[in-house]
């Protein structure tokens, strides 16, 4: 099993991109997860799915945050247009019922 | 709602010293109690859990025990290695979701 995959592992993009994080959950897991560390406001989970369906997206800081899980295998976070503030590591869990989580090595976002 | 509270770091301590990490819980209902580790670069890996009052948890020498009466999970180890240098984060789950709620992270270092 590889674990929760992460892709990329670092971004850096200019202000007003789109930037698109990927991940790709454990097989057979059927909960997903995207939080976001930073320094100031520590892990905060943004949104997730439950059977590639979003339970829960009162994290999401902004409209410019949108993400999606198009199947059991594949989860997006986008953020258009991005900002500086929005430099962090975003993570991606993924869960089998009970309180088993596995995260991902996280994506490292810059956004300058 | 949901809370952790946990020691402020950063911890520095000499090898073989006792590690005490201080985390207390507000939760409503019956929450699991976890230690995660992360190390620098990496993902959020389980440390040790404890799901209901008065259980310990346990590994690698480290130990924490769900304490109700003072909505306390405090992390121990008898004798600290450089190898355990890593940001240590308190956390819970609860509710029909089992979301995890995180502290703020301890950032410990260990000297040789």
């Known amino acids: 099993d590889a674990g929760v995959i992460q892709s990329p592992r670092h971004e850096v993009t200019e202000m007003g991109q789109e930037v698109t994080l990927r991940c790709k959950p454990i097989?057979?897991?059927?909960?997903l997860f995207w939080y976001r560390q930073t320094m100031m406001r520590g892990l905060e989970l943004l949104i997730y799915?439950?059977?590639?369906?979003?339970?829960?997206d009162s994290g999401m800081p902004e409209d410019r945050f949108s993400a999606k899980m198009p199947n059991a295998s594949f989860s997006t976070l986008k953020i258009q247009p991005s900002e500086p503030r929005d430099s962090a590591v975003y993570f991606c869990?993924?869960?089998?019922?009970?309180?088993?989580?596995?995260f991902g090595s996280g994506t490292r976002l810059t956004v300058v | 709602g949901n809370s952790v509270t946990q020691m402020e770091g950063p911890v520095t301590l000499s090898e073989e010293a006792f590690l005490t990490i201080n985390c207390t819980y507000t939760a409503t209902g019956y929450p699991s109690l976890f230690w995660y580790v992360q190390y620098p670069g990496e993902g959020l890996q389980l440390l040790l859990k404890a799901t209901k009052a008065d259980d310990k948890g346990s590994n690698k020498g480290f130990e924490a025990t769900y304490r109700k009466e003072t909505t306390s999970f405090h992390l121990e180890k008898g004798s600290v290695q450089v190898s355990d240098s890593a940001v240590y984060f308190c956390a819970l789950s609860s509710g029909s979701a089992r979301q995890l709620t995180f502290g703020s992270g301890t950032q410990l270092t260990v000297l040789p």
């Open positions: 869990a993924s869960r089998t019922g009970g309180d088993g989580y596995t």
């Open positions: 097989s057979g897991h059927n909960s």
């Open positions: 799915f439950n059977n590639n369906v979003p339970i829960d």
